[in-house]
């Protein structure tokens, strides 16, 4: 039943983010050549496979809309109603035998079109070559040279009658007022003009060319230039988007099972062989939720556009991790996290590289930078290392222009991490665990359940208060978790209060003078019985309280696998067999980390220490050799992670911390009481 707990444990998450991998994978091949511009092309020479047009760099798309943005095409409409009116005018004109002349010639010029003589330069900084004449309901382009100007028109209007006519025409024309008929027909439109400019703008063709199936893109060894990026850039676009895998679907689909399979055999592997006792807790499934959003996260976006990679806290995942963890199980999960990044993204080894590089910074800098305003040097510096790495991967390419846009992008990523990080302290409570700030709030002695321990089991209390002070010292010394181990300290014995008389600290504040103490007449059985429960009525108090497993963990390895000392041996002076002592024996389990190793020690230290009655260096040296070598001679060092210097050192450290509590005091000789 175990084993099969054991299982469930670990492979329903597993399953769980197996499926979801799947769902979301890129149902096309990548382009299956890496290439860059200004290197040969290192694989065998290319010919298109089908039909692509040649896409538009975005330095190229710029400068047409740059060009566009200044090429204003003026638009005018054309005036039947001043032509008709101006003409009937001149008929009416005192002519005499010019008139004829007069009206075929205004006729003409009006008929290709009149425009005021600043016209096409007014409402543009350059002379426009093309203006758009509307004339009948129809826009038609023309060149600004097929009209006349004011100017233009009357000079050629004098021109031709003059050609018909040998009197001073120019005199007639002014006395009778013929220039005066002759006025612009085109009027130019400027909202027309504004809006028609504007879709221009936007109406920029995308491609610059096409490539026919079979034409040559590059050979094998050729230099990768601007022009052949550029088709390669477009081949590779059109084959992702329309052609991808050629194969049958089914084989993609297993493609992507194994791919999701070796991505979770690896997550698997790393926990494994870092830190195994992880998939018997929260931090397991916790573990898979911060894959599956760093993963799922890539999957969605590479579907929806790539940009919005640069702008994702890769670097959070690290964080996320590190807040409950060891280095040794960040490192490779973390390592895992980015694996589909590296694997479906198209600048994958980059932005793997990038963000590994700064998740792990960023992880060393949280360090000492993370309270309030503090984070955010965090992530400046998180910025700084992602800049870098990105100016080193595309050095060569800084003069595109783009390098701004894309370090704003991980400017923006980075302060998100600030951001999203809160999201830890919803994580600490949905899987129960245990952050810097939550052990902060566990050591807390104002909180509810201490005290009403304090109330219950006043001499518990102390005790616990005494077992904080010293496992403090000692985790200090060897580098374990002090914080987490004081944590412990405080609730080890909490079981305790659901029956304080039981022990021996808690009669004498307790029970009223003169009543029996709580073992009197009673049998070491019963008696042992009674001092183990307090083991596994701590767990149930603290589940009950919802207190986190790590914390748990420390209730049920206290005092782990070892014998009531005074009660089996009260047991066995009184003829009992030596092979019921499981009876005798706590049926905690043993402990295995280094806080646990130190909890226990000095929970056994200062319990015992209470009997000392020589405080002298070899007194003290003597006494913790005792305690220490007992516990491992009954095997509770079997299974811990701690090594035998780390064990010498904290021995010292118990040595030194019993000569500081009871180190000797000057007698203070009592002073005459003088008589009045």
Known sequence: MAGRKYLIRIFVPLGLAFLLLVLLMPRSAKFAYDYRKGRPWKYETLYAQFDFPIYKTDEQLREERSRTSTEVIPYYKFSDEITGRNLRSAERLELGNLRSAVLSSMRAIYQKGVIADEGSRRHVENEPE??????????????????????????????????????????????????????????????????????????????????????????????????????????????????????????????????????????????????????????????????????????LLIRVNERLLLFVPFTLPALLLQAFMRNRVVVPVYVVSLLPLLIFSHDGVVLFVMFFVAGMVAVLAFKYFNRGWKQFITALITFAVLAVAYLGFRAAEMVTGNVWRVLLDLFIGSMLTVAFYPVIYLFER????????????????????????????????????QVMNMVNAVARAIGANADLVRAGALYHDIGKMNNPLCFIENESLISSDGAPRYHAGMAPEQSA????????????????????????????????????????????????????????????MKPVTKEQIVLMLCDSVEAASRTLTEYTPEAYSAFVERIVAGKMEEGQFDHADISISELGTVKETLKQYLAQIHHERVVYPQRNQKKS
Do not use: W
């Open 130 to 299: 093309i203006i758009y004449i509307q004339r009948d309901k129809r826009a038609v382009k023309y060149p600004v040279s097929e009209v006349y100007r004011l100017t233009e028109a009357r000079a050629r209007l004098l021109s031709d009658i003059s050609d018909v006519s040998g009197a001073n025409v120019d005199s007639v024309f002014r006395a009778v007022g013929v220039y005066d008929l002759l006025v612009p027909n085109l009027l130019y439109d400027e909202q027309t003009t504004e809006l028609v400019h504007a879709e221009s703008a936007t109406g920029i063709s995308p491609t610059s060319g096409y490539v026919s199936s079979g034409q040559l893109i590059v050979q094998e060894g050729e230099l990768v230039t601007a022009e052949v990026a550029q088709m390669l850039d477009s081949y590779k676009r059109e084959f992702e988007a329309n052609v991808g895998y050629a194969g049958a679907p089914a084989m993609m689909l297993v493609g992507n099972i194994l791919i999701a399979l070796a991505i979770l055999v690896l997550l698997y592997l790393s926990i494994f062989f870092n830190n195994p006792r992880i998939f018997m807790d929260a931090r397991f499934p916790y573990i898979v939720v911060v894959f599956l959003l760093s993963a799922l996260t890539t999957l």
């Open 529 to 588: 019985r009674d001092i183990i429960r307090h083991v596994s009525d701590g767990v149930e108090i603290a589940q009950k309280h919802r207190l986190p497993d790590t914390i748990v963990d420390f209730i049920r390895t206290h005092h782990g696998t070892t014998t009531t000392g005074y009660f089996y041996g009260q047991y066995l002076r009184n003829g009992g067999d030596p092979a019921l002592a499981g009876e005798f024996r706590y049926p905690g």
């Open 430 to 465: 949905m899987f129960n665990l245990v952050s810097n700030s939550r052990l902060i709030e566990l050591c807390d002695v104002s909180n509810p359940l201490i005290r009403e321990l304090e109330q219950k089991a006043p001499g518990t209390f102390q005790h616990s208060l």
